[in-house]
Nanobody, 118 residues
Framework: QVQLVESGGGLVQPGGSLRLSCAAS????????MGWYRQAPGKQRELVAA???????YYVNSVKGRFAIARDNAKNTVTLQMNGLKPEDTAVYYC????????????WGQGTQVTVSS
């Protein structure tokens, strides 16, 4: 059974930082592309960042220079370091895994809330 478990969300002031982590089980992690999506109220889910099994990285334009995705194949984890957070980054953030199609979305985590507010 595949499980993706996110952690690290919370409430942060504008300009602050958060680090999201996703622990994967039930898959051969190193073979999978991994992604972070987010969904704000009333909006569609959007891909924020992704990293391929080979280490190629993608970011949506709105987070370039502020967010950093990384994977640790030894620990079966993918992280999203978020700096310079803005109120418009407020959303539920989801971890995803995929193989054979892009962007990765074969499996999903349960989501973690990120709220940026003063």
């Amino acid at each position: 059974q595949v499980q993706l478990v996110e952690s690290g969300g919370g409430l942060v002031q504008p300009g602050g930082s958060l680090r999201l982590s996703c622990a994967a089980s039930g898959i051969i992690f190193s073979l999978y592309d991994m992604g972070w999506y987010r969904q704000a109220p009333g909006k569609q889910r959007e891909l924020v960042a992704a990293i391929t099994s080979g280490g190629t990285i993608y970011y949506v334009n709105s987070v370039k220079g502020r967010f950093a995705i990384a994977r640790d194949n030894a620990k079966n984890t993918v992280t999203l370091q978020m700096n310079g957070l803005k109120p418009e980054d407020t959303a539920v953030y989801y971890c995803s895994a995929g193989r054979g199609s892009w962007p990765p979305r074969d499996y999903w985590g349960q989501g973690t809330q990120v709220t940026v507010s003063s």
